[in-house]
Protein backbone atom coordinates (compact mmCIF):
# COMPACT_ATOMS: atom_id res chain seq x y z
CA UNK A 1 0.00 0.00 0.00
CA UNK A 2 1.42 3.28 -0.87
CA UNK A 3 -0.32 6.87 -1.16
CA UNK A 4 -2.68 8.72 0.95
CA UNK A 5 -4.83 6.59 3.18
CA UNK A 6 -8.75 7.01 2.92
CA UNK A 7 -10.99 7.33 6.22
CA UNK A 8 -14.47 6.35 5.29
CA UNK A 9 -17.55 6.17 7.61
CA UNK A 10 -20.25 3.95 6.47
CA UNK A 11 -24.14 4.73 7.00
CA UNK A 12 -25.75 1.22 6.62
CA UNK A 13 -29.56 2.10 6.24
CA UNK A 14 -32.66 0.24 6.46
CA UNK A 15 -36.10 2.00 6.10
CA UNK A 16 -34.37 5.40 5.98
CA UNK A 17 -32.52 4.95 9.44
CA UNK A 18 -28.48 4.43 9.85
CA UNK A 19 -28.52 1.25 11.78
CA UNK A 20 -25.97 -1.56 12.81
CA UNK A 21 -25.67 -4.96 13.81
CA UNK A 22 -22.92 -7.47 15.01
CA UNK A 23 -22.30 -10.17 11.78
CA UNK A 24 -24.83 -8.33 9.86
CA UNK A 25 -27.31 -9.46 12.09
CA UNK A 26 -28.93 -8.09 15.32
CA UNK A 27 -29.47 -3.97 13.53
CA UNK A 28 -29.89 -1.17 15.85
CA UNK A 29 -30.81 2.29 15.49
CA UNK A 30 -27.79 4.52 14.56
CA UNK A 31 -29.45 7.72 13.49
CA UNK A 32 -30.14 9.49 10.26
CA UNK A 33 -28.22 9.06 7.69
CA UNK A 34 -27.66 13.08 6.28
CA UNK A 35 -27.19 14.13 10.06
CA UNK A 36 -24.28 11.71 10.29
CA UNK A 37 -23.09 12.50 6.75
CA UNK A 38 -22.58 16.06 7.66
CA UNK A 39 -20.96 15.57 10.84
CA UNK A 40 -18.52 13.35 9.40
CA UNK A 41 -17.62 15.63 6.54
CA UNK A 42 -17.33 18.18 9.74
CA UNK A 43 -14.60 15.64 11.08
CA UNK A 44 -12.65 15.60 7.85
CA UNK A 45 -13.75 11.76 6.19
CA UNK A 46 -12.57 11.44 2.93
CA UNK A 47 -15.12 9.72 1.59
CA UNK A 48 -18.89 8.20 2.78
CA UNK A 49 -20.51 5.02 2.02
CA UNK A 50 -23.87 4.52 1.89
CA UNK A 51 -25.63 0.95 1.60
CA UNK A 52 -28.93 0.01 1.31
CA UNK A 53 -28.57 -3.46 3.31
CA UNK A 54 -31.91 -4.79 2.58
CA UNK A 55 -32.79 -3.47 -1.19
CA UNK A 56 -30.80 -6.98 -2.16
CA UNK A 57 -32.89 -9.49 0.40
CA UNK A 58 -35.81 -7.54 -0.10
CA UNK A 59 -36.05 -7.50 -3.85
CA UNK A 60 -36.30 -3.63 -4.39
CA UNK A 61 -34.12 -0.59 -5.98
CA UNK A 62 -31.83 0.97 -3.29
CA UNK A 63 -33.48 4.21 -1.63
CA UNK A 64 -32.65 6.79 -4.12
CA UNK A 65 -34.51 10.08 -2.44
CA UNK A 66 -32.03 8.79 1.17
CA UNK A 67 -28.94 8.87 -1.11
CA UNK A 68 -30.02 12.63 -2.76
CA UNK A 69 -30.99 13.88 0.14
CA UNK A 70 -27.56 12.50 2.04
CA UNK A 71 -25.63 13.53 -1.17
CA UNK A 72 -26.60 17.36 -1.17
CA UNK A 73 -25.48 18.01 2.32
CA UNK A 74 -21.97 16.32 1.94
CA UNK A 75 -18.57 17.73 0.50
CA UNK A 76 -17.10 14.56 -0.04
CA UNK A 77 -17.49 11.51 -2.31
CA UNK A 78 -20.64 9.09 -1.89
CA UNK A 79 -20.53 5.74 -2.68
CA UNK A 80 -23.79 3.94 -2.69
CA UNK A 81 -24.23 0.38 -2.36
CA UNK A 82 -27.29 -2.20 -2.43
CA UNK A 83 -29.93 -3.49 -5.17
CA UNK A 84 -27.69 -2.51 -7.89
CA UNK A 85 -28.62 -4.84 -10.72
CA UNK A 86 -28.53 -3.36 -13.74
CA UNK A 87 -26.52 0.08 -15.92
CA UNK A 88 -29.51 1.98 -15.37
CA UNK A 89 -29.82 1.62 -11.54
CA UNK A 90 -26.10 3.07 -11.48
CA UNK A 91 -27.48 5.58 -13.25
CA UNK A 92 -30.20 6.27 -11.52
CA UNK A 93 -28.23 6.49 -8.23
CA UNK A 94 -25.07 8.64 -9.98
CA UNK A 95 -27.86 11.17 -10.94
CA UNK A 96 -28.69 11.58 -6.93
CA UNK A 97 -25.29 12.51 -6.41
CA UNK A 98 -23.64 9.46 -6.12
CA UNK A 99 -19.56 9.31 -7.03
CA UNK A 100 -19.24 5.46 -7.17
CA UNK A 101 -21.68 3.00 -6.83
CA UNK A 102 -21.49 -0.65 -5.35
CA UNK A 103 -22.04 -3.73 -6.85
CA UNK A 104 -21.90 -7.29 -4.57
CA UNK A 105 -24.69 -9.71 -4.66
CA UNK A 106 -25.69 -9.01 -8.32
CA UNK A 107 -22.56 -9.16 -9.67
CA UNK A 108 -21.52 -12.48 -8.15
CA UNK A 109 -24.79 -13.70 -10.19
CA UNK A 110 -23.80 -11.67 -12.54
CA UNK A 111 -20.60 -10.84 -13.40
CA UNK A 112 -21.04 -9.14 -16.41
CA UNK A 113 -22.21 -6.51 -14.35
CA UNK A 114 -19.05 -4.87 -13.85
CA UNK A 115 -17.71 -4.42 -16.91
CA UNK A 116 -21.14 -3.09 -18.39
CA UNK A 117 -21.21 -0.52 -15.45
CA UNK A 118 -17.30 0.09 -15.51
CA UNK A 119 -18.00 0.33 -19.42
CA UNK A 120 -20.88 2.94 -19.35
CA UNK A 121 -19.13 4.99 -16.53
CA UNK A 122 -16.05 4.48 -15.91
CA UNK A 123 -13.76 2.07 -13.83
CA UNK A 124 -13.37 4.43 -11.05
CA UNK A 125 -17.16 4.53 -10.41
CA UNK A 126 -17.63 0.56 -10.22
CA UNK A 127 -16.75 -0.85 -6.19
CA UNK A 128 -17.15 -4.24 -6.05
CA UNK A 129 -18.29 -4.75 -2.77
CA UNK A 130 -16.83 -8.20 -2.00
CA UNK A 131 -18.51 -9.59 2.03
CA UNK A 132 -16.27 -12.79 3.19
CA UNK A 133 -15.89 -15.33 6.01
CA UNK A 134 -12.84 -17.49 7.15
CA UNK A 135 -13.70 -21.29 5.84
CA UNK A 136 -12.57 -24.24 4.94
CA UNK A 137 -12.43 -25.84 1.42
CA UNK A 138 -11.12 -22.89 -0.23
CA UNK A 139 -7.34 -22.25 -1.47
CA UNK A 140 -7.65 -18.61 0.28
CA UNK A 141 -9.34 -19.93 3.22
CA UNK A 142 -12.09 -17.34 2.57
CA UNK A 143 -15.24 -17.83 0.60
CA UNK A 144 -17.56 -14.86 -0.99
CA UNK A 145 -21.12 -14.35 0.94
CA UNK A 146 -23.93 -12.67 -0.78
CA UNK A 147 -27.65 -11.86 0.12
CA UNK A 148 -26.38 -9.57 3.18
CA UNK A 149 -23.90 -12.84 4.41
CA UNK A 150 -27.18 -15.29 4.06
CA UNK A 151 -25.61 -17.05 1.77
CA UNK A 152 -22.51 -18.72 0.29
CA UNK A 153 -21.32 -18.59 -2.82
CA UNK A 154 -19.05 -21.07 -3.14
CA UNK A 155 -16.50 -18.70 -4.58
CA UNK A 156 -12.89 -18.18 -3.13
CA UNK A 157 -12.85 -14.91 -2.24
CA UNK A 158 -9.21 -14.03 -3.65
CA UNK A 159 -10.27 -15.43 -6.94
CA UNK A 160 -13.37 -13.14 -7.03
CA UNK A 161 -11.51 -9.97 -6.28
CA UNK A 162 -9.34 -11.12 -9.01
CA UNK A 163 -11.73 -11.60 -11.33
CA UNK A 164 -13.78 -8.30 -10.64
CA UNK A 165 -10.71 -6.11 -10.97
CA UNK A 166 -10.30 -8.11 -14.21
CA UNK A 167 -13.80 -7.21 -15.17
CA UNK A 168 -13.12 -3.22 -14.56
CA UNK A 169 -13.97 -2.84 -10.69
CA UNK A 170 -11.87 0.52 -10.28
CA UNK A 171 -12.07 -0.74 -6.13
CA UNK A 172 -12.46 -3.39 -3.64
CA UNK A 173 -14.60 -2.79 -0.82
CA UNK A 174 -13.73 -6.10 1.56
CA UNK A 175 -16.08 -7.17 4.34
CA UNK A 176 -15.50 -9.61 7.14
CA UNK A 177 -18.56 -11.12 7.72
CA UNK A 178 -16.83 -12.59 10.61
CA UNK A 179 -15.14 -9.35 12.43
CA UNK A 180 -18.33 -7.26 11.37
CA UNK A 181 -19.66 -5.42 14.24
CA UNK A 182 -17.38 -7.71 16.96
CA UNK A 183 -14.83 -4.44 17.15
CA UNK A 184 -11.57 -6.75 17.90
CA UNK A 185 -9.98 -5.82 14.68
CA UNK A 186 -10.16 -6.24 11.17
CA UNK A 187 -9.09 -9.47 9.60
CA UNK A 188 -5.99 -8.78 8.35
CA UNK A 189 -5.00 -11.75 7.00
CA UNK A 190 -8.54 -11.54 4.77
CA UNK A 191 -6.81 -7.60 3.76
CA UNK A 192 -3.66 -9.50 3.31
CA UNK A 193 -4.23 -12.35 0.93
CA UNK A 194 -6.83 -10.12 -0.92
CA UNK A 195 -4.89 -6.52 -1.53
CA UNK A 196 -1.69 -8.16 -2.21
CA UNK A 197 -3.43 -10.27 -5.29
CA UNK A 198 -4.78 -7.40 -7.09
CA UNK A 199 -3.79 -3.95 -8.59
CA UNK A 200 -6.80 -1.82 -7.21
CA UNK A 201 -7.20 -0.22 -3.80
CA UNK A 202 -8.85 -2.23 -1.21
CA UNK A 203 -11.19 -0.68 1.72
CA UNK A 204 -10.72 -2.87 4.68
CA UNK A 205 -14.16 -3.01 6.30
CA UNK A 206 -15.42 -5.18 9.65
CA UNK A 207 -14.25 -4.95 13.11
CA UNK A 208 -13.07 -1.46 14.14
CA UNK A 209 -12.73 -1.18 17.63
CA UNK A 210 -9.65 1.14 18.36
CA UNK A 211 -7.57 3.72 16.23
CA UNK A 212 -4.62 0.75 16.41
CA UNK A 213 -6.75 -1.81 14.64
CA UNK A 214 -6.41 1.02 11.91
CA UNK A 215 -3.30 1.31 11.75
CA UNK A 216 -3.17 -2.27 11.40
CA UNK A 217 -5.28 -2.93 8.44
CA UNK A 218 -2.91 -0.31 6.25
CA UNK A 219 -0.09 -2.53 7.61
CA UNK A 220 -1.95 -5.76 5.83
CA UNK A 221 -2.22 -3.78 2.77
CA UNK A 222 -5.67 -1.56 3.12
CA UNK A 223 -5.55 1.65 1.40
CA UNK A 224 -8.61 2.85 2.89
CA UNK A 225 -9.65 1.67 5.97
CA UNK A 226 -13.99 1.92 6.91
CA UNK A 227 -15.36 1.66 10.24
CA UNK A 228 -19.03 2.67 11.56
CA UNK A 229 -20.60 1.52 14.89
CA UNK A 230 -17.21 3.06 16.62
CA UNK A 231 -18.35 5.96 14.40
CA UNK A 232 -22.06 6.18 14.86
CA UNK A 233 -21.88 5.31 18.72
CA UNK A 234 -18.98 7.96 19.67
CA UNK A 235 -16.10 5.61 20.60
CA UNK A 236 -13.82 7.25 17.85
CA UNK A 237 -13.75 10.02 15.60
CA UNK A 238 -12.33 10.27 12.05
CA UNK A 239 -9.69 12.61 13.29
CA UNK A 240 -8.68 10.23 15.83
CA UNK A 241 -7.96 7.59 13.09
CA UNK A 242 -6.36 9.99 10.92
CA UNK A 243 -4.27 10.87 13.98
CA UNK A 244 -3.50 7.17 14.78
CA UNK A 245 -2.40 6.79 10.86
CA UNK A 246 -0.01 9.60 10.72
CA UNK A 247 1.84 8.52 14.12
CA UNK A 248 2.38 5.36 12.23
CA UNK A 249 3.79 7.04 9.48
CA UNK A 250 0.85 6.91 6.58
CA UNK A 251 -0.23 10.38 4.78
CA UNK A 252 -3.93 11.00 5.02
CA UNK A 253 -5.63 14.31 3.57
Known amino acids: MSGVVRVIPCLDVD ?11 NLRDAGDPCELARLYCEQGADEITFLDITATTSGRETLVDMVRRT ?9 VGGGV ?7 RLLAAGAAKVGVNTAAVLRPALISEIADAFG ?8 DARGIGGFASGFEVVTHGGREGAGIDAVEWAQRGAALGAGEILLTSLDADGM ?5 VAQIGAVSSAVSVPVTASGGAGKVSDFVAAVEAGASAVLAASVFHFGVLTVGAVKEALVKAGYKVL
Open 123 to 130: PSVVVLAL
Open 183 to 187: TTGFD
Open 71 to 79: ASVVSVPLA
Open 85 to 91: RSVADAE
Open 15 to 25: AGRVVKGVNFA
